[in-house]
């Protein structure tokens, strides 16, 4: 039997930290804070499914995704068909421009559902920064493309195992994340630390 297809977002939200992909789509957690809500207002033009015409390129929003190689579903904010037919993925973020793993490792994920189901090498995309309103193009290197196949493999592991990993050490990412009340984070790593002073305390296997 087929596994069961990994959303597109899955992969981002394992890149920005693997606990809040096990809360999303392993607890089916969530939860909106004033970052994802911006990013909802942001989203209202790409959502729509509207196709256009623009600088002699098909503009199609919210285009269905999927890949069977990979298992992976979902969709594309806009994907420009350019003169010649080749698909340019473009990802929609409301925050300002500045690179992020975890943006580029989405849109590469587009980018091999883009040319599973078209047939057409695309090696290229952008992210569109709401905020800055500016485009950073992103192209679909072979490194890209094998972390991507990396990332869905890992989180195939994980739901397979259950359980939560712990979260990111990165304060900023966590006060950042919508879940954090869900997660937290402040406490797990107080837990771990507790932990580990009792190993340390009580490891009756150290050298005297």
């Known amino acids: 039997m087929q596994p069961e297809p990994l ?3 899955a992969l981002q939200h394992y890149s920005y930290c693997p606990r809040q ?20 207002r942001a989203h209202r033009r ?10 002699g390129a098909r503009v199609l929003r919210a285009l ?4 069977e190689r990979l298992g992976l579903v979902g969709k594309a904010d806009v994907v420009e ?11 929609y973020k409301q925050g300002r421009r500045h690179k992020r793993e ?15 189901m078209t047939g057409r090498e695309v090696p290229e995309g952008a992210i569109y ?7 950073r193009a992103v192209g679909i290197t072979p490194a890209l493309r094998q972390r991507v196949e990396e990332v869905a493999g890992a989180i195939r592991r994980m739901l397979d195992q259950g359980g939560l990993p712990p979260p990111v050490d990165d304060p900023g990412l966590c006060r950042a994340c919508s879940l954090h009340e869900i997660c937290q984070p402040e406490l797990v790593r107080a837990g771990q630390r507790i932990q580990t002073l009792r190993r340390t305390l009580f490891d009756t296997d150290k050298p005297m």
């Open 7 to 9: 959303m597109l977002s």
């Open 21 to 40: 992909c096990a809360l999303i789509h392993q607890e089916q957690s969530f939860d909106d804070n004033a970052f994802t809500l911006r990013g909802q």
């Open 46 to 55: 790409v959502d729509s499914g509207e196709i256009t015409v623009e600088e």
């Open 64 to 67: 269905p995704l999927y890949s």
């Open 81 to 91: 068909f350019l003169s010649d037919g080749t698909p340019y993925p473009v990802e």
């Open 102 to 116: 975890h943006d580029d490792l989405q849109l590469a994920a587009q980018a091999l559902c883009l040319e599973e």
């Open 129 to 135: 920064h709401h905020k800055s309103r500016r485009r």
